[in-house]
């Protein structure tokens, strides 16, 4: 059983951060060291100060982010919504030539072990990541970002039609953030359409679309404060922020992943064996000729 719960978020309060198209910054694995530092630059209020840790600028990045944090609240820089909320989302972005628009909502999910089969995960994480992560959870005690998760709606899509009776309303965030997806965000405070959207979810598996490392973060968060305390069920320590999006939203694609391995020629041959043994290889003439032909396409 999937369990959701609403919550307070934490957000921007614009009088004092100023533009907030100016303060939101990608997830953090897709962030360079340059356009970190371009980040930083672009506002003194950036997100990027708080959520990337592993490339950080200063020498304990965690422990700042952490200060930077209570320095914000402190100063009214970030503030609490009053009441726990869902908060529906909207992002329209380009792709190829057509204007794509993708609907969600953001809530809180227990965590809960792979081996439960509620939360259902499809790639192999990296240790020094999901450390990174974890590191960031346990100093700040923060969640930054969301989780992209995927759900299978009702048959009456119970979900989908409440997602688009929500959006037609005055969004309460509606930015266009240069080199990013224009975003709007509605706060739901109503309790019987947040208990609605809860209920629906019980006998619900989620699925992990982007955010293995941070989910993971979560459960070695969990257990490591498990290993030193009783936790209550209610608090909010078992529960992560996500994004959920149907698999039957018009704006959710589905890409290709492809990779690049650069070998020696006869690495190249003795790959090549062992793979048509069982599969069929295709070779792929790419229109960008490269000087180095060591590489299985």
């Not at 934490?10 to 533009?19: A, C, E, T, V």
């Not at 809960?112 to 700040?140: C, G, N, Q």
């Not at 048509?276 to 490269?290: C, F, L």
Request: aromatic letters at 10%; hydrophobic letters at 30%; proline letters at 4%.
């Amino acid at each position: 059983m999937a369990e959701l719960r609403p919550f307070k978020g934490i957000r921007y309060n614009q009088k004092i951060s100023g533009d907030l198209a100016l303060n939101v910054c990608p997830p953090f694995d897709s962030i360079s060291p340059g356009l970190q530092k371009e980040l930083y630059k672009i506002s003194n209020f950036n997100t990027v100060r708080l959520e990337l840790g592993l490339r950080g600028l200063d020498e304990d990045p965690y422990f700042s982010a952490a200060e930077t944090q209570k320095k914000w609240i402190e100063q009214g820089v970030l503030i609490q919504d009053d009441s726990p909320s869902i908060y529906v989302t909207e992002e329209e972005f380009l792709y190829g030539d057509e204007i794509i628009i993708r609907q969600g909502v953001i809530c809180a999910l227990k965590v809960e072990d792979y081996s439960k089969r509620v939360v259902i995960p499809h790639e192999k994480t990296r240790d020094k990541w999901v450390e990174d992560r974890f590191r960031l959870m346990e100093v700040a005690k923060s969640n930054y970002s969301p989780l992209l998760c995927l759900y299978e709606d009702d048959s009456r899509e119970t979900i989908a039609n409440l997602v688009k009776s929500i959006s037609g309303k005055k969004p309460y965030i509606d930015i266009s953030p240069e080199g990013l997806q224009k975003i709007k965000v509605w706060r739901v405070t109503d309790q019987g359409t947040i208990s609605l959207i809860c209920k629906n979810f019980f006998n619900s598996k989620i699925y992990i679309a982007d955010g293995h490392h941070r989910y993971e973060a979560g459960l070695r968060h969990l257990s490591n404060i498990r290993s030193k305390r009783e936790i209550n069920y209610d608090e909010s320590i078992n529960y992560r922020m996500i994004q959920l999006i149907s698999m039957n939203e018009p704006g959710l694609i589905t890409r290709s992943y492809h990779r690049y391995i650069k070998l020696e020629s006869i690495e190249i041959e003795n790959i090549s064996k062992k793979i048509n043994s069982n599969q069929n290889i295709n070779k792929y003439n790419s229109p960008y000729e490269s000087s180095n032909k060591s590489f299985i396409p």
